[in-house]
């Protein structure tokens, strides 16, 4: 009767031997496995780690050589600014305007008809101040040409027809928009000087006018107003050229 009590607590501790061996390896096998995820987890973020390093190394580069492109533009702009400050002062000082560009413009007019530049300074250095005149202005009349008036009376000449002074006019319009046959003295017209051997000047503009026109070594003086209806009175002075 005891044996068999010896042998029943015999198996109940190899029971228990074994359950507790059993835990054991589960425990050291959940181990091993919770130690190569550790393993494993700190092998993957030691590699993002170092590659953001890298990363961040690349950006750091990038960035520099960004912030000294952007001085380096900064300094080229400035440079330009400076040259373009530069050229605008130049223009402003070296490019003419105003009366002087007019004056230009007919000089270069004046070349472009065939007056050499001996010719030109020669008149530039005899021009004077005040004219020579003859003091005895002649004054005549004529009738603006329009599109609806061309013909009689529509001319005068001066100095033994040496100068021909002719005009054309807008038409002045009735209370209805019709056209009349007279111009409109309010309106701009266009003066035309003919030089007997057929050279022309002519200038355009609003009434009163003034023009001269040069020939041999004189100068004509003429002065254009509205006159009656119709027409244009001239005033013509003679004087030494230059």
């Known amino acids: 009767m005891s044996l068999g009590l010896r042998e029943g607590r015999f198996a109940t501790r190899r029971r228990r031997r074994r359950r507790i061996i059993w835990w054991l390896v589960v425990v050291l096998s959940l181990g091993a496995v919770a130690y190569q995820a550790y393993e494993a987890g700190s092998h ?3 590699w993002e780690v170092t590659s953001l390093s890298e990363k961040i190394g690349k950006f750091d580069n990038t960035v520099a050589a960004l912030e000294a492109r952007t001085i380096e533009l900064e300094a080229a702009l400035q440079v330009e600014r400076e040259r373009g400050q530069e050229w605008r002062q130049r223009y402003q000082t070296d490019v003419p305007t ?6 230009l413009d007919l000089i270069q007019k004046r070349l472009g008809d065939g007056l050499t530049t001996e010719r030109l300074a020669f008149l530039i250095n005899t021009a004077q101040e005040r004219r020579s005149c003859a003091g005895e202005p002649i004054s005549k009349r004529f009738l603006a040409q329009t599109l609806l008036h061309k013909g ?3 001319s005068v000449s001066f100095a ?3 100068v021909t002074v002719t005009a054309i006019g807008k038409s002045v319009r009735d209370k209805a928009g019709n056209p009349e046959a007279w111009y409109d003295p309010a309106q701009p017209i266009d003066a035309i000087f003919t030089v007997i051997g ?3 000047s002519r200038t355009e503009g609003k009434l009163p006018m ?11 003086l003429f002065t254009l107003t509205a006159g009656d209806r ?8 003679r004087c030494d050229y230059p």
């Open 98 to 103: 105003g009366l002087l560009k007019e004056y």
């Open 152 to 154: 009689a009376n529509d």
């Open 160 to 162: 033994s027809n040496i």
């Open 44 to 46: 993957l973020a030691r």
């Open 198 to 200: 057929g050279k022309i």
């Open 210 to 220: 003034h023009f001269s026109v040069v020939v041999n070594a004189e100068e004509f």
């Open 230 to 237: 119709g027409f244009i009175n001239v005033t013509a002075d």
